[in-house]
C-alpha cells in the first residue's frame, strides 16, 4: 500500500525557515512528477511547487524566491525548503505524487497518491 508521510511542520515566526520532506513508501514501480500544496483555513488547496522526475521545477508565484523544491530520487523523497515565511504563508501543507505500483507481476498506470499533511504556521 503507497503510503506519503510529511514532516518538518512547525510554528515559526515571519521571517524564519522551515523545511519539509515527504517520503513515498510502498511498492513503487516509478514516480513522476511530485508537489506540494497548501490549504489555508476558509480557503481552497493551492499549487505550491512541483518537480518532474527530470528535476524540472515549477513554482507559484506567491512563493517564487523564498521556496525551493528538490527530490531525492533514491528515497522517493520530496523536499520543501521555505525561507523568508510569511503570515500568509500559514496552511496545511500537502504533498502529493504521481506513481506507478508494482504489483509483482508488472506496473500499475499511473495514479497521484496524497499524504495527511503538515501544518505550517507563521507567527507576525
Known amino acids: 500500500q503507497v503510503q506519503l508521510v510529511e514532516s518538518g511542520g512547525g510554528l515559526v515566526q515571519a521571517g524564519g525557515s522551515l523545511r519539509l520532506s515527504c517520503a513515498v513508501s510502498?511498492?513503487?514501480?516509478?514516480?513522476?512528477?511530485m508537489g506540494w500544496y497548501r490549504q489555508a483555513p476558509g480557503k481552497q488547496r493551492e499549487l505550491v511547487a512541483t518537480?518532474?522526475?527530470?528535476?524540472?521545477?515549477n513554482y507559484a508565484d506567491s512563493v517564487k524566491g523564498r521556496f525551493s523544491i528538490s527530490r531525492d530520487n533514491a528515497k522517493n523523497t520530496v523536499y520543501l525548503q521555505m525561507n523568508s515565511l510569511k503570515p500568509e504563508d500559514t496552511a496545511v501543507y500537502y504533498c502529493?505524487?504521481?506513481?506507478?505500483?508494482?504489483?509483482?507481476?508488472?506496473?500499475?498506470?499511473?495514479?497521484?497518491?496524497w499524504g495527511k499533511g503538515t501544518l505550517v504556521t507563521v507567527s507576525s
Open positions: 518537480i518532474t522526475s527530470g528535476g524540472r521545477t
Open positions: 502529493n505524487a504521481d506513481l506507478r505500483e508494482w504489483t509483482g507481476s508488472y506496473p500499475t498506470g499511473d495514479k497521484t497518491y
Open positions: 510502498g511498492r513503487i514501480f516509478s514516480i513522476n512528477a
